[in-house]
């Protein structure tokens, strides 16, 4: 029984893990690598694996770093079926057409721009990954599997899904695997959200594992408390009304969006607002909003209590949701202040580039950075000060004022990953550990945190590298 670590192994995009029996080869997620031109090189890479092989995959949410690479799967042989909670069905498809959709558009642009120029055509732009048809193949894979359904997805490998608090319909794994008269349990926590988020339960552990593969985005710090950063968000929307200044948000448009609407809808509620317009400026994100509402099933106790004394928490009066093109640019002739979420959350591409052009110059505006930035993006660059960047080909000056709030974040911070880590060897310790989903500096932090918690010493798997489980 083997690990082979091909995503997520010293950076947080990417995830991919292989699961191997004598008998099964089961791949768990097939994201995307994000971050910069490094990371593109990876996603340009022939897989490490042959896709006609595997005999399944189980997709723990539907992220483009877990989902983004499913369709290459598709392309190169990958006749199975891929295993996912209802909601991540849905919320797959809006994000998978997407990243088709901007990567013809890219290609496209870049062809016409040299055409124009008179340049060669045959360097520098590169074609799409994959394209809509490629998605519509992997879409017919998609099988659902409910929180707590045990589901057999190959010889002698069985599932088991529970809410690991994330996004919508996101979930720890529990894999069991069995093989020649020995049977091994291995738990992947997947993405964790942190304890008190809004809108979802908190994180379920997973008990009696032989293996854990856990998360470790934020290993090394914990978020600043949700209280206290609201009283930072607060602060900053009362400095934008009295500059006139606008509060640009790049924000991912499945969880973060829909989390900041939770809140800024109970800043409505209390008046804290003013009816300050707020534009979620993302055809998915309305998209996904509308998906969480049908779905408030999932909802924590607090969001359901809510729904049902008639307080919906994705809405209120001064919300705008836009999805035209024409709309979007409409937001950047508008006086006074605002509130402007759009994607992507990183700064990689979407439409915040375009408001972030028009507003960044501007020392009365506002950024507020609600998320991980990876090494190579630009709202990495912005996060470590950079005076100046440049977007869509053009330099400009950084003169916004630039706000972390890491207690936004839908990734549990290092208490709440110890926490999990030791709610999970409560029963019986595992006899492998294994930290990905980090970059090193938070793996080697946690893992030294879980070592002297635990008494264990987690291993650090490299891109590539393969465990033997005994």
Known sequence: ?????????????????????????????????????????????PLPFDPATLDAVILTHAHLDHSGRLPLLTRRGFRGRIWCTPPTIALTEILLRDSAYLQVEQSTRCLRRRTRGGRPLQTRCIDPLYTDEDVSATLR????????????????????????????????????????????????????????????????????????????TYGDRDHRPLDE???????????????????????????????????????????ELNGMPVFVDSPMAVDATRLYQSHRELFDDESKAAMAFGCNPLTFPSLRLTRTGDESRAINNISGPAIIMAPAGMCTGGRILHHLRHGLYKPQNHVIIAGFQSHGSLGRRLVEGAAQVRIMGEVIA??????????????????????????????????????????????QALADAISRTLGVSPHLPKLGQTFTLD
């Open 229 to 271: 950063t609201l009283v930072q968000f607060r602060s900053v929307i009362d400095q934008a009304r009295k500059s006139g200044g606008k509060i640009l948000i790049p924000t991912f448009a499945i969880g973060r969006t829909q989390s900041l609407i939770y809140h800024l809808s109970q800043m409505h509620h209390r008046g």
């Open 1 to 45: 029984m083997q690990l082979t670590f091909h995503g997520a192994a010293g950076g947080v995009t990417g995830s991919c893990t292989l699961v191997q029996t004598e008998r099964a080869r089961v791949l768990i997620d097939c994201g995307m690598f994000q971050g910069g031109a490094a990371a593109e090189a990876l996603n340009r890479r």
């Open 141 to 216: 894979r998609l099988a659902s599997c409910a929180y707590g359904k045990t589901q057999e997805v190959a010889p002698g490998v069985s599932m088991r899904f529970v809410d690991a608090g994330h996004i919508l319909g996101s979930a720890s794994l529990m894999l069991t695997l069995s093989d020649k008269g020995q049977t091994r349990n291995v738990h992947f926590s997947a993405d964790i959200g942190e304890n008190g988020s809004p809108l979802l339960p908190d994180p379920h552990p997973l008990p009696d594992a032989d293996a854990i593969i856990l998360e470790s």
């Open 398 to 443: 950084v003169r916004a004022s630039i706000h972390t709030m890491g207690g936004f974040s839908a990734h549990a911070g290092r208490t709440s990953l110890i926490a999990w880590a030791r709610a999970a060897s409560a029963g019986r310790m595992p006899r492998h550990w294994f930290l990905n989903h980090g970059e090193d500096r938070p793996r």
